[in-house]
Protein backbone atom coordinates (compact mmCIF):
# COMPACT_ATOMS: atom_id res chain seq x y z
CA UNK A 1 0.00 0.00 0.00
CA UNK A 2 3.11 2.56 0.76
CA UNK A 3 4.46 2.02 -2.53
CA UNK A 4 1.10 2.71 -4.58
CA UNK A 5 0.17 5.63 -2.77
CA UNK A 6 4.03 7.33 -2.19
CA UNK A 7 2.66 9.54 -5.50
CA UNK A 8 -0.05 10.92 -3.80
CA UNK A 9 2.18 12.86 -1.51
CA UNK A 10 3.43 16.48 -2.45
CA UNK A 11 6.73 17.24 -2.30
CA UNK A 12 5.98 20.26 0.42
CA UNK A 13 4.78 17.92 3.06
CA UNK A 14 6.61 16.11 5.82
CA UNK A 15 6.08 12.72 6.54
CA UNK A 16 6.17 12.21 10.67
CA UNK A 17 9.69 10.68 11.64
CA UNK A 18 8.32 9.46 14.74
CA UNK A 19 5.52 7.13 13.05
CA UNK A 20 6.87 3.75 13.49
CA UNK A 21 9.90 4.74 16.63
CA UNK A 22 7.46 6.59 19.32
CA UNK A 23 4.11 5.03 19.57
CA UNK A 24 3.79 5.67 22.65
CA UNK A 25 0.87 8.15 22.83
CA UNK A 26 -1.14 5.65 20.11
CA UNK A 27 -0.67 2.74 23.10
CA UNK A 28 -4.59 3.93 24.43
CA UNK A 29 -6.14 3.65 20.61
CA UNK A 30 -3.99 0.43 19.94
CA UNK A 31 -5.44 -1.34 22.91
CA UNK A 32 -8.69 -0.75 21.46
CA UNK A 33 -8.07 -1.91 18.04
CA UNK A 34 -9.72 -5.12 18.21
CA UNK A 35 -12.70 -4.14 20.32
CA UNK A 36 -15.53 -4.66 18.40
CA UNK A 37 -18.19 -1.90 18.71
CA UNK A 38 -22.05 -2.05 17.51
CA UNK A 39 -22.39 0.47 14.61
CA UNK A 40 -24.81 2.72 16.90
CA UNK A 41 -22.44 2.86 19.85
CA UNK A 42 -19.21 4.15 17.18
CA UNK A 43 -21.37 6.73 15.52
CA UNK A 44 -23.08 7.82 18.90
CA UNK A 45 -19.00 8.37 19.86
CA UNK A 46 -17.54 9.77 16.72
CA UNK A 47 -20.97 12.22 16.07
CA UNK A 48 -22.01 14.68 19.38
CA UNK A 49 -26.02 15.45 19.27
CA UNK A 50 -24.86 19.00 20.12
CA UNK A 51 -25.63 20.59 16.82
CA UNK A 52 -25.66 23.93 17.59
CA UNK A 53 -22.48 25.52 17.28
CA UNK A 54 -22.98 28.23 20.18
CA UNK A 55 -22.91 24.69 22.79
CA UNK A 56 -19.91 23.60 21.44
CA UNK A 57 -16.89 23.37 23.56
CA UNK A 58 -13.53 21.67 24.46
CA UNK A 59 -15.86 18.30 25.47
CA UNK A 60 -16.50 17.98 21.57
CA UNK A 61 -13.29 18.43 20.44
CA UNK A 62 -12.47 15.73 18.09
CA UNK A 63 -16.21 14.94 17.60
CA UNK A 64 -18.02 15.28 14.07
CA UNK A 65 -21.54 17.60 14.11
CA UNK A 66 -24.21 17.29 11.81
CA UNK A 67 -25.44 19.78 9.38
CA UNK A 68 -28.73 20.06 8.15
CA UNK A 69 -29.53 20.14 4.58
CA UNK A 70 -31.50 23.21 4.75
CA UNK A 71 -28.96 24.86 6.75
CA UNK A 72 -26.43 23.97 4.05
CA UNK A 73 -28.36 25.61 1.63
CA UNK A 74 -28.61 28.73 3.78
CA UNK A 75 -25.83 29.56 5.79
CA UNK A 76 -23.47 28.05 3.27
CA UNK A 77 -24.65 28.05 -0.14
CA UNK A 78 -21.05 28.67 -1.00
CA UNK A 79 -18.66 28.34 1.34
CA UNK A 80 -17.74 24.85 1.95
CA UNK A 81 -15.14 23.16 0.01
CA UNK A 82 -15.49 21.32 -3.15
CA UNK A 83 -13.86 18.62 -2.31
CA UNK A 84 -15.91 18.59 1.51
CA UNK A 85 -18.70 18.57 -1.09
CA UNK A 86 -18.15 15.36 -2.89
CA UNK A 87 -17.68 14.06 0.37
CA UNK A 88 -21.20 15.27 1.71
CA UNK A 89 -22.93 13.73 -1.38
CA UNK A 90 -20.71 10.04 -1.10
CA UNK A 91 -21.68 10.02 2.65
CA UNK A 92 -24.99 11.86 2.10
CA UNK A 93 -24.40 14.19 5.84
CA UNK A 94 -22.78 17.01 6.08
CA UNK A 95 -20.67 16.48 9.03
CA UNK A 96 -17.93 18.90 10.15
CA UNK A 97 -15.40 18.21 13.03
CA UNK A 98 -15.78 20.31 16.63
CA UNK A 99 -11.85 21.39 16.55
CA UNK A 100 -10.04 23.95 18.86
CA UNK A 101 -9.56 27.00 16.62
CA UNK A 102 -13.45 26.47 16.04
CA UNK A 103 -13.90 26.73 19.31
CA UNK A 104 -11.86 29.31 20.37
CA UNK A 105 -13.24 32.19 17.52
CA UNK A 106 -16.99 30.96 18.33
CA UNK A 107 -15.78 31.78 21.88
CA UNK A 108 -14.60 35.52 20.72
CA UNK A 109 -17.15 36.05 18.96
CA UNK A 110 -19.63 35.03 21.58
CA UNK A 111 -18.06 37.84 23.66
CA UNK A 112 -17.36 40.63 21.23
CA UNK A 113 -18.68 44.00 22.25
CA UNK A 114 -20.74 45.47 19.63
CA UNK A 115 -19.61 49.17 20.85
CA UNK A 116 -16.17 48.92 20.01
CA UNK A 117 -14.20 48.73 16.16
CA UNK A 118 -14.62 45.57 14.87
CA UNK A 119 -11.60 42.95 15.55
CA UNK A 120 -9.91 41.00 13.25
CA UNK A 121 -9.31 37.49 13.56
CA UNK A 122 -6.88 35.72 10.86
CA UNK A 123 -6.60 31.84 10.72
CA UNK A 124 -3.81 30.75 9.42
CA UNK A 125 -1.32 27.39 8.72
CA UNK A 126 -0.20 25.09 6.36
CA UNK A 127 -1.66 23.61 3.28
CA UNK A 128 -4.75 21.76 3.57
CA UNK A 129 -4.77 21.91 7.71
CA UNK A 130 -8.38 23.01 7.77
CA UNK A 131 -8.61 26.68 7.50
CA UNK A 132 -11.60 26.98 5.33
CA UNK A 133 -14.00 24.61 7.13
CA UNK A 134 -13.30 26.34 10.58
CA UNK A 135 -14.08 29.89 8.83
CA UNK A 136 -17.39 27.97 8.03
CA UNK A 137 -18.05 26.45 11.30
CA UNK A 138 -17.63 30.38 12.76
CA UNK A 139 -20.01 30.98 9.95
CA UNK A 140 -22.74 29.07 10.86
CA UNK A 141 -22.66 30.04 14.14
CA UNK A 142 -23.12 33.67 12.84
CA UNK A 143 -25.97 32.18 10.67
CA UNK A 144 -27.54 30.65 13.66
CA UNK A 145 -27.45 34.05 15.71
CA UNK A 146 -29.05 36.18 13.17
CA UNK A 147 -26.02 37.80 12.19
CA UNK A 148 -25.64 39.62 8.86
CA UNK A 149 -22.40 37.60 7.23
CA UNK A 150 -20.78 38.88 4.06
CA UNK A 151 -18.74 35.65 3.17
CA UNK A 152 -16.30 36.07 0.00
CA UNK A 153 -15.52 31.73 -0.09
CA UNK A 154 -13.13 32.38 -2.71
CA UNK A 155 -11.33 35.82 -2.71
CA UNK A 156 -8.46 34.68 -4.81
CA UNK A 157 -11.36 33.55 -7.65
CA UNK A 158 -11.89 37.23 -8.15
CA UNK A 159 -8.05 37.68 -9.16
CA UNK A 160 -6.92 34.68 -10.81
CA UNK A 161 -10.65 33.18 -13.17
CA UNK A 162 -12.70 36.08 -14.56
CA UNK A 163 -15.33 35.20 -17.04
CA UNK A 164 -15.96 38.99 -17.94
CA UNK A 165 -14.26 42.58 -17.57
CA UNK A 166 -15.63 45.89 -18.45
CA UNK A 167 -15.34 49.37 -17.59
CA UNK A 168 -16.60 50.89 -14.33
CA UNK A 169 -19.61 52.75 -15.20
CA UNK A 170 -19.03 54.61 -11.47
CA UNK A 171 -14.88 55.10 -12.45
CA UNK A 172 -13.15 55.20 -15.49
CA UNK A 173 -10.16 53.82 -13.75
CA UNK A 174 -11.88 50.63 -12.63
CA UNK A 175 -13.18 47.37 -14.04
CA UNK A 176 -16.35 45.75 -13.20
CA UNK A 177 -16.56 42.46 -12.43
CA UNK A 178 -20.78 41.18 -13.53
CA UNK A 179 -20.75 37.61 -13.31
CA UNK A 180 -18.90 37.22 -10.04
CA UNK A 181 -21.11 40.02 -8.55
CA UNK A 182 -23.88 39.11 -9.58
CA UNK A 183 -22.86 35.17 -8.45
CA UNK A 184 -21.93 36.59 -5.19
CA UNK A 185 -24.91 38.76 -4.51
CA UNK A 186 -26.98 35.50 -5.57
CA UNK A 187 -25.46 33.79 -2.39
CA UNK A 188 -25.89 36.69 -0.07
CA UNK A 189 -29.24 37.12 -0.59
CA UNK A 190 -29.80 33.62 0.07
CA UNK A 191 -27.77 33.77 3.16
CA UNK A 192 -29.44 36.65 4.70
CA UNK A 193 -33.01 36.10 4.08
CA UNK A 194 -35.18 38.07 5.25
CA UNK A 195 -32.48 40.23 7.10
CA UNK A 196 -31.71 42.36 4.20
CA UNK A 197 -35.58 43.34 3.96
CA UNK A 198 -35.18 45.34 6.89
CA UNK A 199 -32.42 47.05 6.41
CA UNK A 200 -33.18 50.43 4.40
CA UNK A 201 -30.42 52.73 2.71
CA UNK A 202 -29.90 55.63 4.37
CA UNK A 203 -29.10 57.89 1.14
CA UNK A 204 -30.31 58.18 -2.76
CA UNK A 205 -28.24 56.63 -5.45
CA UNK A 206 -28.46 57.36 -9.26
CA UNK A 207 -27.49 54.77 -11.91
CA UNK A 208 -27.97 56.25 -14.57
CA UNK A 209 -30.29 59.41 -15.73
CA UNK A 210 -33.51 57.43 -15.55
CA UNK A 211 -32.47 54.69 -13.00
CA UNK A 212 -32.49 56.08 -8.85
CA UNK A 213 -32.70 54.24 -5.75
CA UNK A 214 -34.64 56.27 -3.39
CA UNK A 215 -33.57 56.38 0.39
CA UNK A 216 -35.45 53.83 2.13
CA UNK A 217 -35.27 50.80 -0.94
CA UNK A 218 -34.00 48.11 0.78
CA UNK A 219 -30.90 45.77 0.71
CA UNK A 220 -33.33 42.62 -0.86
CA UNK A 221 -34.65 45.04 -3.54
CA UNK A 222 -30.59 46.44 -4.35
CA UNK A 223 -29.81 42.90 -4.43
CA UNK A 224 -32.34 42.13 -6.82
CA UNK A 225 -31.69 44.99 -8.95
CA UNK A 226 -28.05 44.18 -9.35
CA UNK A 227 -29.29 40.44 -10.42
CA UNK A 228 -31.60 41.84 -13.18
CA UNK A 229 -28.91 44.07 -14.63
CA UNK A 230 -25.92 42.24 -14.31
CA UNK A 231 -23.99 45.73 -15.73
CA UNK A 232 -25.06 47.08 -12.29
CA UNK A 233 -23.74 44.21 -9.90
CA UNK A 234 -20.36 45.24 -9.24
CA UNK A 235 -21.95 48.62 -8.29
CA UNK A 236 -24.53 46.78 -6.31
CA UNK A 237 -22.31 45.16 -4.02
CA UNK A 238 -20.37 48.06 -3.00
CA UNK A 239 -23.50 50.19 -2.53
CA UNK A 240 -24.91 47.04 0.01
CA UNK A 241 -21.37 46.72 1.76
CA UNK A 242 -21.47 50.59 2.14
CA UNK A 243 -24.68 51.00 3.99
CA UNK A 244 -24.04 47.97 6.10
CA UNK A 245 -20.73 48.84 6.95
CA UNK A 246 -22.45 52.93 8.09
CA UNK A 247 -25.20 51.32 9.82
CA UNK A 248 -23.84 48.39 11.63
CA UNK A 249 -23.06 50.96 14.17
CA UNK A 250 -26.62 51.65 14.95
CA UNK A 251 -26.84 48.05 17.06
CA UNK A 252 -29.79 47.01 14.59
CA UNK A 253 -27.84 44.13 13.68
CA UNK A 254 -24.64 42.25 13.94
CA UNK A 255 -22.19 41.77 11.06
CA UNK A 256 -19.59 39.27 10.49
CA UNK A 257 -17.09 39.91 7.48
CA UNK A 258 -15.61 35.95 6.42
CA UNK A 259 -13.13 36.25 3.95
CA UNK A 260 -11.46 32.89 2.86
CA UNK A 261 -7.96 33.70 0.90
CA UNK A 262 -7.96 37.49 2.67
CA UNK A 263 -4.24 37.62 1.22
CA UNK A 264 -5.55 38.08 -2.11
CA UNK A 265 -6.78 41.52 -2.27
CA UNK A 266 -2.77 42.41 -1.85
CA UNK A 267 -1.41 39.79 -4.18
CA UNK A 268 -0.74 39.92 -8.01
CA UNK A 269 -3.61 38.91 -10.45
CA UNK A 270 -3.53 36.84 -13.40
CA UNK A 271 -5.89 39.00 -15.16
CA UNK A 272 -5.67 41.22 -17.94
CA UNK A 273 -7.84 43.55 -20.26
CA UNK A 274 -6.82 45.09 -23.53
CA UNK A 275 -3.91 42.86 -23.86
CA UNK A 276 -2.82 44.92 -20.19
CA UNK A 277 -2.06 43.03 -16.69
CA UNK A 278 -4.98 44.06 -13.85
CA UNK A 279 -3.62 45.26 -11.06
CA UNK A 280 -5.50 44.31 -7.87
CA UNK A 281 -6.50 48.22 -7.04
CA UNK A 282 -8.33 48.27 -10.65
CA UNK A 283 -10.91 45.76 -9.34
CA UNK A 284 -14.59 47.21 -7.78
CA UNK A 285 -14.74 43.99 -5.88
CA UNK A 286 -11.57 44.05 -4.10
CA UNK A 287 -11.31 48.06 -3.76
CA UNK A 288 -15.06 48.18 -1.96
CA UNK A 289 -14.02 44.19 0.17
CA UNK A 290 -10.90 46.28 1.02
CA UNK A 291 -13.07 48.62 2.55
CA UNK A 292 -14.94 45.93 4.45
CA UNK A 293 -11.89 44.49 6.06
CA UNK A 294 -10.36 48.05 7.93
CA UNK A 295 -11.66 48.20 11.88
CA UNK A 296 -13.35 51.68 11.16
CA UNK A 297 -16.59 50.87 11.55
CA UNK A 298 -18.30 48.89 14.89
CA UNK A 299 -21.24 46.40 15.12
CA UNK A 300 -19.63 42.99 14.47
CA UNK A 301 -16.08 41.34 13.72
CA UNK A 302 -14.09 40.18 10.90
CA UNK A 303 -12.53 36.51 10.55
CA UNK A 304 -10.22 35.69 7.43
CA UNK A 305 -8.54 33.14 6.45
CA UNK A 306 -4.93 33.05 4.93
CA UNK A 307 -4.73 30.88 1.66
CA UNK A 308 -1.85 29.63 -0.68
CA UNK A 309 -4.23 29.16 -3.29
CA UNK A 310 -4.95 33.30 -2.87
CA UNK A 311 -1.49 34.01 -3.34
CA UNK A 312 -0.55 34.07 -7.36
CA UNK A 313 3.39 33.70 -8.00
CA UNK A 314 3.75 32.92 -4.21
CA UNK A 315 6.35 30.33 -3.13
CA UNK A 316 4.10 27.19 -1.70
CA UNK A 317 5.61 26.23 1.58
CA UNK A 318 4.77 30.17 3.04
CA UNK A 319 2.26 30.34 5.00
CA UNK A 320 2.89 32.66 8.21
CA UNK A 321 0.75 36.29 7.96
CA UNK A 322 3.64 38.33 7.53
CA UNK A 323 5.05 36.25 4.58
CA UNK A 324 1.47 35.69 2.75
CA UNK A 325 0.00 39.33 3.55
CA UNK A 326 3.06 41.34 2.10
CA UNK A 327 3.80 44.54 3.70
CA UNK A 328 0.85 46.75 2.34
CA UNK A 329 -1.85 43.57 3.76
CA UNK A 330 0.19 42.81 6.96
CA UNK A 331 -0.05 46.93 7.90
CA UNK A 332 -3.94 47.21 6.34
CA UNK A 333 -5.10 44.31 9.06
CA UNK A 334 -2.74 44.96 12.02
CA UNK A 335 -3.69 44.48 14.45
CA UNK A 336 -5.28 41.25 14.50
CA UNK A 337 -5.69 37.74 16.77
CA UNK A 338 -4.06 35.09 15.07
CA UNK A 339 -5.44 31.73 15.34
CA UNK A 340 -2.94 28.92 13.76
CA UNK A 341 -4.79 25.95 12.58
CA UNK A 342 -3.06 22.64 12.75
CA UNK A 343 -2.88 19.86 11.69
CA UNK A 344 -4.79 16.90 13.32
CA UNK A 345 -4.17 15.99 16.76
CA UNK A 346 -3.92 12.52 17.48
CA UNK A 347 -7.78 12.45 19.09
CA UNK A 348 -8.68 14.22 16.17
CA UNK A 349 -6.99 11.79 13.26
CA UNK A 350 -7.93 8.90 15.38
CA UNK A 351 -11.97 9.96 14.94
CA UNK A 352 -11.30 10.64 11.49
CA UNK A 353 -10.10 7.39 10.96
CA UNK A 354 -12.96 5.97 12.53
CA UNK A 355 -15.47 8.05 10.68
CA UNK A 356 -13.99 6.61 7.56
CA UNK A 357 -14.06 3.55 8.37
CA UNK A 358 -17.98 3.79 9.72
CA UNK A 359 -18.88 5.43 6.44
CA UNK A 360 -16.83 2.67 4.68
CA UNK A 361 -15.07 4.91 3.36
CA UNK A 362 -11.56 2.58 3.89
CA UNK A 363 -12.09 -0.19 1.33
CA UNK A 364 -8.77 -1.76 1.25
CA UNK A 365 -8.15 -4.92 3.21
CA UNK A 366 -5.71 -3.50 5.27
CA UNK A 367 -7.02 -0.02 6.36
CA UNK A 368 -8.85 -1.52 9.18
CA UNK A 369 -5.96 -3.13 10.88
CA UNK A 370 -3.43 -1.73 13.15
CA UNK A 371 -0.56 -1.25 10.73
CA UNK A 372 -3.07 0.30 8.01
CA UNK A 373 -3.79 3.06 10.67
CA UNK A 374 -0.33 3.59 11.49
CA UNK A 375 0.62 3.67 8.00
CA UNK A 376 -2.37 6.01 6.83
CA UNK A 377 -1.19 8.16 9.45
CA UNK A 378 2.61 8.28 8.62
CA UNK A 379 1.86 8.57 4.78
CA UNK A 380 -0.45 11.68 5.51
CA UNK A 381 1.18 13.20 8.44
CA UNK A 382 -2.11 13.81 10.32
CA UNK A 383 -2.65 16.66 7.41
CA UNK A 384 -6.18 16.92 7.15
CA UNK A 385 -6.35 17.35 3.66
CA UNK A 386 -4.31 14.99 2.75
CA UNK A 387 -5.15 12.15 4.82
CA UNK A 388 -8.69 12.86 2.99
CA UNK A 389 -7.35 12.70 -0.27
CA UNK A 390 -5.23 8.99 0.74
CA UNK A 391 -8.22 8.14 1.73
CA UNK A 392 -10.44 8.30 -1.31
CA UNK A 393 -7.79 6.73 -3.00
CA UNK A 394 -8.20 3.71 -1.28
Known sequence: MLRSLRKLIPRGYQLEQDGFL??????????????????????????????DPA???EEHLGQYYIISPAEVKEALPHGLPARFKLQMKTF????????????????????????????????YG???????????????????????IVHIPDAHLWVKNC??????????????QPVEAANWLKNFRTTNGKLLAQIKTKQKYIWGKRDITEEG???SDLAEKGLAWVTYASDAVGVILKELKQQSCQGSFRLLVAVDGINSL????????NKQNVSVEELTLIHNLRKMVENDWAGGAIVATLSQTGAPFTPRPLYLPHELL??????????????????????????????????KWLQHEKANTKEGRMELRFLSGRNPGLFERISAFL
Open 326 to 359: GRDGFATLDPFVPIEVCNYTDAEFESCYQYYLER
Open 22 to 51: YPRTWQRTMSTQNVQLQPEMLRAALVTSQN
Open 126 to 148: EKSTGKTMVLCHAVHYCARQNWV
Open 217 to 219: CSL
Open 266 to 273: WGKTALKH
Open 163 to 176: KELIPSSYNNERLD
Open 92 to 123: NEACVMVRQPAVELITYLKHTNLSHPAVRYLL
Open 55 to 57: KHS
